[in-house]
C-alpha cells in the first residue's frame, strides 16, 4: 500500500521511491564528460536534505522560493524539496536578464533564491539590493571564493541532514491541501509586465493523470526520457519532468540545445518532449545534406521520401504494412531511414511529443513517413499545459488531437478555443482584473488561440486571436497559418507574416542556409557572405517561386506580394524568440520596422 495519498507530486515522488529505490532515475554528464547515473533513493537523499535545510531556515507552507537555473538533477532536487515542504517553486527562465529576475522575484514576494552558475547568481546579486524580502541564494555550482549571502548546495544539504526533526518533512507532506498553490510559473510579458500564472498540486497532479489515460499501455516498459526544454517551462516541466516521476521512467539531462544531436546519439531516447522549432531544423538539416549530395543519393531519397508518403496511413492509423509495399518500405528504411534515424540519435524513439506552437504538416509527415511517431498537443501556461494530444491509434498531422480525460472544450465567439477542466490554473498572482478577464462567465478559461474541432473531436489550432491581421480592407487574416504553408519548402527556414492594416500581406523570410548554399553551389552562384547571397538576383526568383508554390491554394487577399529575405538566422540571443524558441511577432515588426516600410513604399 502507498505510503501516501498521492495529493502533490511530492507524495507522487515518495510513493516511486518505495517502488523503485536502487534503479536509475536521471542520468547526466558530469564534470568529465562521462554519463553519471543517479537513483531514485539517492535523489530521494539529496530532496530530504534540502527540504530540511529549507525548514531549518523557516521556510512555512505558502512561502515562494525561486529557482533560476538551467536544466539539472538539481533544479529537480531544489523543485522537489520546495514542493515537499509545502512551500511554492517560482521558476525564473535560466536566459532571462538580471532586471527581468528581479520582477519575478519581487512580484512574487520570493524570500529565497536557488541559482544554477555563477552567472545567474551574479545577475541576482546584481540586484538584490533592490530586494529587500529576498535572504539567502543557494548556489549549485562550487563557490570557489565565499560570497556573502550566498551558499553552496551542497552546505545548505549538510545543514539540513544536521537537523533534528526528521519527521517535520513527512509531516509536511501529509498536510499538503491538493488545492494549494504549488508554482507560480511568469509568462513572456509580450504587452506589458509577465503574468504570475498560479498552479495547484491538482493542476499538476490531474494533467500526469491526465497524460497517461491519453492511452495507459503506450507508457509501459522500460522508456528513457530526454530533458532539454526549459524545466521553467509547463511543457518539459508537465511533461518532462513529473510524468516520467508519476510514471517511473528514467530522465537523461541534455547538456544544452546546442549538444542537442550529439546527446541523442550518446542517450538514444524512446521518449522526447520538444517544440516545433527542433524538428524543423533537424528536417531542414537532412534535406540540406541530401541536396549536397552525389545524383544517386538524391535518387534514392526521392524514392523513399515516395514511399514514406505512402506510409502515413499505417503509421497514422498504427495498422502493420502488408505484402509487396511492406517489402519496399523495409528495403528503404534498411538503406535510407534507419540510416537518418541513427544520425539523429532517433533510432529508439517510440513517442516524439511536440507543443508549445504549430508543427507544420510538412515536417510532421516527414518524420511520421519514416516511422518516427511524433505527437502534437496542445496547451497553455494556464493549463499546466495539456489540454489535447493525438493518440497512438490515430495521428493526425495539422491537429492537436483530441481532448485529454476530463477536459470540456468549446469554440466561443470569434472561434476561440474555451477549456475547462481540473487542469486549469487556479488565476494569476496579486491580479484579480487578469483572471477574471481570463474566463468567462460559466467558467471556461479563454485561451486567446482561434480553433475549429473535426468529427473526431480532434482540434485544428488556426491562430492566435492577437496575431489576427486585418488588412486596410477590413481582411482578417491568421498569419500562422500562412507561415506554416511556407515552411513546406526546404528553402524557406523561418517566416514571418506582416499585414496589419496595410494593403497587402508582406513577408519576412529566413533562407534554410544550408540547402540554400549548396543549391548556389550547384548553379555556379558565386558570394562571399550571406548577405551577399540573399541579394542575388537568381535567390530572389528562387524564393518568388518558392512563395508562389506553396501559396497557391490561398485566396488573393492571402497571397504575399511583396519579402525581404534575412541574412541571419533568428535566435533567442538574438532576442526574436522566446526561451521555448517561439517567435517574437511585437520583436520582430519592431527591430525590422524599416525594412517592412521599405516594402510598402508605393
Not at 499538476?204 to 530526454?226: A, H, M, W
Not at 530522465?251 to 517544440?275: C, G
Not at 485544428?460 to 486585418?470: A, N
Request: aromatic content about 10%; glycine content about 8%; proline content about 4%.
Amino acid at each position: 500500500m502507498a505510503k501516501y495519498e498521492e495529493a502533490s507530486m511530492g507524495a507522487i515522488f515518495q510513493n516511486r521511491v518505495e517502488e523503485h529505490g536502487g534503479k536509475t532515475l536521471v542520468s547526466f554528464k558530469n564534470k568529465d564528460g562521462v554519463w553519471e547515473d543517479i537513483s531514485w533513493d539517492r535523489m530521494n537523499e539529496m530532496v530530504l536534505k534540502a527540504g530540511l535545510f529549507l525548514i531549518s531556515r523557516g521556510v512555512q507552507p505558502g512561502d515562494k522560493i525561486a529557482l533560476f537555473s538551467p536544466n539539472r538533477y538539481e533544479w529537480w532536487v531544489a523543485d522537489m524539496a520546495i514542493l515537499s515542504i509545502g512551500a511554492v517553486n517560482v521558476p525564473i527562465y535560466a536566459t532571462n536578464s538580471a532586471k527581468e529576475a528581479e520582477y519575478v522575484i519581487e512580484n512574487s514576494d520570493s524570500r529565497m533564491c536557488f541559482v544554477g552558475t555563477m552567472d545567474h547568481m551574479e545577475k541576482i546579486m546584481e540586484v538584490k539590493g533592490q530586494l529587500p524580502n529576498l535572504g539567502e541564494i543557494i548556489i549549485f555550482d562550487d563557490l570557489d571564493t565565499p560570497v556573502s549571502g550566498v551558499m553552496a548546495m551542497e552546505d545548505a544539504m549538510k545543514e539540513g541532514s544536521g537537523y533534528e526533526d526528521k519527521e517535520e518533512l513527512e509531516r509536511r507532506i501529509k498536510a499538503i491541501n491538493i488545492e494549494d498553490v504549488a508554482t507560480i510559473i511568469y509568462t513572456s510579458g509580450t504587452t506589458g509586465n509577465p503574468k504570475g500564472v498560479m498552479l495547484t498540486h491538482k493542476n499538476f497532479v490531474s494533467n500526469v493523470n491526465q497524460l497517461e489515460e491519453v492511452d495507459p499501455t503506450f507508457f509501459g516498459g522500460e522508456q528513457i526520457f530526454l530533458s532539454f526544454l526549459p524545466l521553467s517551462h509547463s511543457l518539459e516541466r508537465t511533461v518532462g519532468y513529473y510524468a516520467p516521476i508519476y510514471l517511473g521512467k528514467k530522465v537523461a539531462f541534455a547538456e544544452d540545445v546546442t549538444k542537442l544531436v550529439e546527446n541523442l546519439k550518446e542517450i538514444r531516447p524512446t521518449f522526447m518532449v520538444s517544440v516545433p522549432r527542433i524538428y524543423e531544423k533537424a528536417h531542414a538539416g537532412i534535406l540540406a545534406k541530401v541536396a549536397g549530395g552525389s545524383a544517386v543519393k538524391k535518387a534514392l531519397f526521392g524514392w523513399a521520401m515516395g514511399l514514406a508518403k505512402q506510409n502515413l496511413p499505417y503509421v497514422c492509423e498504427d495498422k502493420p504494412r502488408k505484402g509487396f509495399f511492406a517489402f519496399k518500405y523495409n528495403l528503404a528504411d534498411k538503406i535510407i531511414f534507419s540510416k537518418l534515424k541513427d544520425a539523429l540519435g532517433m533510432d529508439r524513439i517510440n513517442c516524439a511529443i511536440s507543443g508549445g506552437g504549430p508543427l507544420s504538416v510538412s515536417d510532421a509527415e516527414f518524420f511520421l513517413g519514416m516511422g518516427v511517431r511524433i505527437f502534437e498537443g496542445f496547451g497553455l501556461t494556464e493549463t499546466t499545459p495539456v489540454t489535447h494530444g493525438n493518440k497512438p491509434a490515430l495521428i493526425k498531422p495539422g491537429t492537436v488531437g483530441p481532448p485529454v480525460k476530463d477536459t470540456e472544450v468549446e469554440i466561443g465567439e470569434g472561434g476561440e478555443v474555451l477549456i475547462k477542466g481540473p487542469q486549469v490554473m487556479k488565476g494569476y498572482y496579486k491580479n484579480e482584473a487578469a483572471t477574471k478577464e481570463a474566463f468567462t462567465d460559466d467558467g471556461f478559461f479563454r485561451t486567446g488561440d482561434i480553433g475549429e474541432i473535426d468529427e473526431d473531436d480532434y482540434l485544428k489550432i488556426t491562430g492566435r486571436i492577437k496575431d489576427i491581421l486585418v488588412t486596410s480592407g477590413g481582411k482578417n487574416i491568421s498569419p500562422q497559418n500562412i507561415e506554416n504553408s511556407l515552411f513546406a519548402s526546404g528553402f524557406i527556414a523561418q517566416a514571418v507574416v506582416i499585414g496589419d492594416n496595410r494593403k497587402f500581406l508582406s513577408a519576412l523570410i529566413v533562407p534554410a542556409f544550408e540547402s540554400l548554399e549548396h543549391w548556389a553551389n550547384e548553379k555556379n552562384i558565386s558570394f562571399d557572405s550571406r548577405k551577399e547571397l540573399v541579394e542575388k538576383e537568381e535567390v530572389i526568383k528562387l524564393f518568388e517561386k518558392e512563395i508562389q508554390e506553396n501559396m497557391k491554394n490561398y485566396a488573393r487577399v492571402e497571397q504575399i506580394r511583396k519579402f525581404r529575405l534575412m541574412d541571419k538566422e533568428w535566435s533567442q540571443a538574438t532576442d526574436e524568440l522566446t526561451p521555448t524558441l517561439k517567435l517574437k511577432r511585437k520583436v520582430v515588426n519592431e527591430k525590422y520596422a524599416n525594412l517592412i516600410e521599405e516594402m510598402y513604399i508605393e
